[in-house]
């Protein structure tokens, strides 16, 4: 073992140091949980909001196309032929 402690200290000083600390070892604990958590939150949120969003986008492509729809079927339509008695002319 103290070889192996030997050759970690060559390489990296402090690493050797840290080996044989005997404090425990202290985690994230509760505030690093709660900022998890409230990335979660935010990042579902921002979801919700652009389903939300895009959906918007979709309806108004689909209106956008069925009122082009009605533009092409009216210019397609064959005009009324001209007579010229309606209009007087003789």
Known sequence: MSTVLAAVGAVHPLAAATVNDNTPWVGPGMM??????V???VTWFLGKSMTK?????????AEQQEAEGEEEA??????PA???KLNGAH
């Open 82 to 84: 001209h007579d010229p």
């Open 53 to 61: 969003q895009l959906r918007k986008l979709d309806a108004g492509r």
């Open 32 to 37: 690093g949980f709660l900022i998890v958590v």
């Open 39 to 41: 990335i979660g939150l």
């Open 74 to 79: 009216e210019a397609a339509a064959p005009a």
